[in-house]
């Protein structure tokens, strides 16, 4: 197959749109924002190093400790000690535990401090490693004005601690504060790297949803300002025709005609808001559908071979495409997204719509594209068949959802319902 990524359709498209697209009056992100969040890795691998980084470093703590022999019960208290280190840090690092922080943070920093000095008189150089952590700590739980200032205080420490609590020279105190300095950046560094990583996902998660409501808020926006009076003045003037019919028969006529004119005219406008929805295009669609998942933080890629269907067919195709993405933003976790249409020698159009978001147990299920009943699928199912077409879905070779619609490019006559 094609790689879709080069395919002269995307080009085509990509033509199309400035670079501040817009989806349904809702700025798209910018481009550093959506190379930012195209790039950031998962939050669970950013968190999972994060974790590693702070367990190797208590671990190496840990063998120092070891390589001096101590008593059996200086060891159960070292391990404990690493173990409550580690929790505070944990407390202080976890982007889950940010509210812990808000309201705890100044007495479990204080008590980490505790634990990362009062040690060192006993444990001495294996215990010097858990002031980086410290210095880490007063960086995520501190206002910056403040925090800065003590971080550098803790290097200083660190440095002071070498001759006057362990007996260095002054290599071994440079070494001990280069050492605090280092472990704290990293450990802030990439205690933040995660939190950043988790905020960019929500707020694509965010994004998409706003994205398939807007949609949903213009249409409720169109029918409340358009039926709003009309139904309003229907339902008064029945009450009136009806308080008339017996006393005023030429009046309680005149009512009746003006409702009638009314609810004609609301109908007239119903069909205006729904000509909207039902005369759609499938090359406008396509547009619209890759800058909503380019917003979701979803990589589209799209490739448009051949003629382009009209009439029913057109709005047909357009609807299965809303709906797909529609439903892939809301019920999955794809992180990519192929869209893909092409005509057959037989005069029909071939439309698919893959995502690697679906779990495999769900693939074949009612909800894997739409509503938990299945309603969303079987309406298309039905709209492609009264046109001579039809609807599949199922996993490819490569784990992909895989969404295929067909139908003839041009229907004979009028177009059927």
């Known amino acids: 197959m094609k790689d879709a990524t080069t395919g002269t359709g995307r080009s085509g498209l990509s033509g199309t749109r400035g670079t501040e697209q817009t989806t349904g009056g809702m700025p798209a992100l910018s481009s550093a924002v959506r ?21 190797g470093f208590l671990l190496v703590g840990f063998i120092n400790i070891l390589e001096a022999r101590p008593h059996p019960l200086t060891l159960t208290a070292s391990a404990v000690g690493f173990i409550a280190i ?11 535990l940010r509210w812990l922080r808000a309201r705890w943070g100044r007495w479990t920093l204080a008590l980490q401090a505790l634990l990362t000095y009062l040690p060192l008189f006993v444990l001495g150089f294996g215990w010097g490693g858990m002031s980086g952590f410290l210095g880490a700590s007063v960086l995520l739980v501190l206002p910056p004005g403040v925090a800065w200032p003590l971080f550098g205080l803790v290097g200083a420490v660190g440095c002071a601690t070498g001759p006057l609590v362990l007996g260095t020279n002054l290599v071994g105190s440079v070494y001990f504060g280069v050492a605090t300095i280092l472990t704290g950046l990293t450990v802030y560094g990439l205690s933040r790297l995660a939190e950043l990583v988790i905020e960019v996902q929500e707020a694509q998660h965010a994004i998409a949803r706003l994205a398939v409501n807007q949609e949903r808020l213009r249409f409720a926006r169109d029918l409340h300002d358009l039926l709003g009076y009309s139904l309003s003045a229907i339902t008064l003037k029945s009450e009136l025709a009806r308080r008339l019919v017996h006393r005023e028969a030429d009046r309680a006529q005149e009512e009746l005609e003006n409702i009638l004119e009314i609810s004609r005219q609301a109908l007239s406008d119903v069909r205006t808001v729904a000509r909207g929805y039902r005369d759609m295009s499938l090359a406008t669609e396509v547009v619209s559908a890759q800058a909503v998942l380019e917003a979701g933080g979803i990589q589209a890629a799209v490739e448009m071979r051949g003629k382009l269907p009209e009439g029913e ?35 029909g159009l071939v439309l698919i719509i893959a995502n690697d978001g679906v779990e495999p147990a769900a693939a074949d299920g009612p909800e894997a594209m739409g509503s938990p ?31 295929t619609a067909e139908a003839p490019l041009e229907l004979p006559g009028c177009a059927a319902g």
Not at 382 to 401: K, M
């Open 35 to 55: 190379t930012l969040a195209s790039d950031a890795p998962p939050p669970q691998l950013a968190s999972s190093i994060l974790l590693v980084v702070q367990c």
């Open 373 to 403: 009943d299945g309603s969303g699928l079987q309406n298309l199912r039905f709209r492609l068949a009264v046109v001579g077409g039809r609807l599949t879905s199922g996993l490819d070779a490569q784990g992909w959802f895989v969404l």
């Open 313 to 347: 067919t057109n709005t047909i195709m357009a609807t299965v495409l809303r709906e797909a993405v529609t439903n892939l933003l809301r019920h999955s976790k794809a992180e990519n997204c192929r869209i893909e249409s092409w005509t057959t020698p037989a005069g």
């Open 86 to 96: 580690f929790s505070l840090q944990l407390v202080h690092s976890a982007y889950r």
